[in-house]
């Protein structure tokens, strides 16, 4: 039935597992951290994605025909977009290793 297939789901999911308390609250306190630096990364980067559109906004050669102004703004944000995605990703990931723990313990 239904709740066979919940716990054969559950025998088969990956869980860390600790020898003592100390072992579990290093593992939390780590992803912790992490989570909390990549957060500080994606902020930054918001950041820097802003600035870069204000910047593109405000410069004249942008809508001049043939300065490549655009592509060039194009390209660096495009690069930004890329980098804010996989950062995103990385923390989405280890946002949900802290759920699993925090589910568990």
Do not use: C, W
Request: glycine content about 4%; proline content about 2%; cysteine-free.
């Amino acid at each position: 039935g239904l709740y066979a297939d919940a716990e054969l789901q559950l025998e088969n999911t990956p869980f860390e597992t600790f020898d003592t308390p100390k072992e579990a609250f290093d593992y939390i306190m780590d992803l912790r951290s992490e989570a909390m630096e990549l957060e500080d990364q994606l902020r930054e980067l918001s950041d820097v994605i802003i600035d870069t559109q204000r910047d593109m906004e405000n410069d004249l050669e942008v809508t001049m025909a043939g300065s490549g102004a655009s592509d060039k703004y194009g390209a660096v944000l495009n690069k930004y977009e890329e980098e804010h995605s996989m950062l995103r990703k990385a923390y989405n990931e280890v946002m949900k290793k802290i759920d699993d723990f925090d589910q568990r313990h």
